[in-house]
């Protein structure tokens, strides 16, 4: 397997600037993705490490080699797209075959190849079919094992599920990660789908407006956002922002009709900084909600209740004029219009610059 560099991608079409300044790190047999919203540069970016286009600056590298210049051809790579990409004019068996083929393999080397990847992908009863008997997801499948087939030192994958129903998607999943740690492989997977990364990746590389907020494991993207983009980007809900004032006095935030306490390790932190209005984050699912308005903890107004899912459900809570979200069991029976007691337990509280950028 392959380990990609990027180095100092920059890569400007017109005036816009699809990616800007990026450097990364694609290890070797491990998954990353590049998560972002739409027109944040991540497809740019897989195109530029396929060959498909050339950076305006920077260079690319596979493991030594400077391949910025080499053609797509010459890469050692699979790419799958959003669009399933196979012949129609070949039967599935010899869609996976032909590039076994052109490797110039022996019959028996292919017919092992294409049966080991058929049965791995689940599509050993279609092998005879034409691609125009398929349904959407099989398809894909196929064009996953089309790519995976050829071994290559690099596979890239733009959104491969976004046109699947949603249980061929779960299906994929697993099976994507499984080959994935069956066969050691360096893959780059771009999506705008959160799920998809944080179930999937090894590495995610958050992305916005060409440029790279943070590249880590998904724990510690989940758990500590570099900036409040990423806070809120990941998370269903995603990470909650109260704007507030650090009193080094009173050794608190202030709010508006609330105050919340800090440990000496924040007040330190804070107090060093000389940081004063700052953003408190909180994740939905680490607030601690307690009926009654007698009780200790910030003060809120449940505004409405959202369902969620079997067990859980969305709080709309109204905090100082400013709104959060609470993800809360069913069983929590609080109704619009009361008040409630809200506790932040310090190890799940984040605190942010006027900026967004991450201060503890």
């Not at 279609?126 to 959407?136: E, F, G, I, Q, T």
Request: proline share 4%.
């Amino acid at each position: 397997m392959v380990e990609v560099y990027l180095e100092h991608i920059t890569k400007i079409f017109g005036n816009v600037v699809a990616v800007d300044d990026l450097t990364l790190r694609f290890r070797e047999g491990h998954l990353t993705s590049l998560l972002g919203p739409s027109g944040c540069g991540k497809t740019t970016t897989l195109r530029i490490i396929a060959g498909l286009e050339t950076p305006t600056k920077g260079r690319v590298y596979f493991d030594e080699q400077d391949v910025t210049d080499v053609p797509t051809e010459k890469r050692d790579i699979a790419l799958v797209f959003q669009i399933p990409t196979i012949y129609p004019t070949m039967n599935v068996y010899d869609n996976l075959a032909f590039p076994l083929r052109v490797k110039g393999l022996s019959k028996q080397d292919i017919d092992r190849r294409v049966k080991e990847v058929s049965e791995l992908m689940g599509i050993s009863h279609v092998l005879d079919r034409m691609p125009s008997a398929l349904d959407a997801g099989t398809t894909q499948k196929v064009a996953l094992a089309h790519a995976f087939i050829k071994e290559p030192g690099v596979y890239l994958l733009d959104e491969p599920l976004t046109n699947v129903d949603p249980v061929t998607r779960i299906e994929l999943r697993t099976l994507l990660k499984e080959i994935q740690r069956k066969y050691k492989a360096t893959m780059v997977y771009v999506t705008h789908d959160q799920t998809e990364s944080m179930t999937l990746a090894d590495y995610i590389a958050v992305m916005r407006l060409g440029k790279l907020l943070q590249f880590d494991t998904p724990e510690k993207i989940y758990m500590a956002p570099k900036n409040t983009f990423v806070g809120w980007f990941i998370g269903n809900p995603g990470m909650n922002f109260l704007d507030v004032t650090f009193d080094q006095r009173k050794g608190a935030l202030i709010g508006e009709g609330f105050e919340y306490r800090l440990s000496e390790e924040f007040k330190r932190i804070l107090a060093e900084k000389n940081a004063t209005e700052v953003k408190l984050g909180i994740r939905p699912e680490h607030i601690l909600v307690k009926r009654g308005a007698e009780q200790e903890g910030i003060k809120a107004k449940c505004t409405l209740i959202e369902p969620f899912s079997g067990d859980r459900k969305i709080l709309h809570l109204e905090v100082g004029g400013m709104e959060l979200k609470a993800k809360v069991s069913v069983s929590l029976d609080v109704k619009e219009g009361e008040i409630v007691s809200l506790e932040f337990s310090p190890e799940y509280i984040h605190i942010y610059d006027k900026a967004g950028e991450l201060i503890i």
